[in-house]
């Protein structure tokens, strides 16, 4: 058990649709990362937020958005859902957010766009 | 742009036989490298990690050398096991902590 909770662990929605991911991150962490995997382009770094900042930005689309709150649990929204926005979403933590510091990763979100 | 490019699977082998997941980056400066795995259905957990050139990481008897001079940082064990079939990914460590991954490499191992 990696201390990160992610919930829901599927969601199942249609295109158009908006969503919320939640994400808790192990305790003590004050970084938390959100990531996509999906089959075609693998494992995409979308966004970092230490402490209730964002800190780094990846390859996130403006439909997406998210935000860490004050007692470090973040959300990931997802708006106008494509089908091709189907794919697993992890959340991972770290202690100190800095390159020596590892990443601790959540069993994932499902999401399914039909 | 940093990026990781790793070899890739399935790779299928046999119990005890001797395993190698190449792994090669890109970088500017000197990035800590990592291995993570994945089991079905789980996260990925940390396997290893190199934080400097020529360092050793290992864990659960996986092995790998931070080459500076080929840019790479291949995994290695020496006898697998069924229980360590999933998948491997590498990955280098950004500025700001968050982590570069390659594609990811599908080991089986059957009995």
Not at chain 1, 62 to 78: G, M, V
Not at chain 1, 92 to 101: E, L, P, V
Request: charged share 15%; hydrophobic share 30%; proline share 4%.
């Amino acid at each position: 058990d990696s201390g990160v909770t992610q919930t829901p662990k599927h969601l199942i929605t249609a295109t158009g649709q908006r969503v919320t991911l939640r994400c808790s991150p192990r305790s003590g962490d004050l970084s938390v990362y959100w990531y996509q995997q999906s089959l075609d382009q693998g494992l995409q770094f979308l966004i970092q937020y230490y402490n209730g900042e964002e800190r780094a930005k990846g390859n996130i689309l403006e439909r997406f958005s998210a935000q860490q709150f004050p007692d470090l649990h973040s959300e990931l929204n997802l708006s106008s859902l494509e089908l091709g926005d189907s794919a697993l979403y992890f959340c991972a933590s770290s202690a100190t957010g800095t390159d020596n510091s590892p990443l601790h990763f959540g069993n994932g979100t499902r999401l399914t766009v039909t | 742009g940093n990026s990781v490019t790793q070899m890739e699977g399935p790779v299928t082998l046999s119990e005890e036989a001797f395993l190698t997941i190449n792994c090669t980056y890109t970088a500017t400066g000197y990035p800590s490298l990592f291995w993570y795995v994945q089991y079905p259905g789980e996260g990925l957990q940390l396997l290893l990690k190199a934080t400097k050139a020529d360092d050793k990481g290992s864990n659960k008897g996986f092995e790998a050398t931070y080459r500076k001079e080929t840019t790479s940082f291949h995994l290695e064990k020496g006898s697998v096991q069924v229980s360590d079939s999933a998948v491997y990914f590498c990955a280098l460590g950004g500025s700001q902590g968050n982590l570069i991954f390659g594609k990811g490499t599908k080991l089986s191992v059957k009995p």
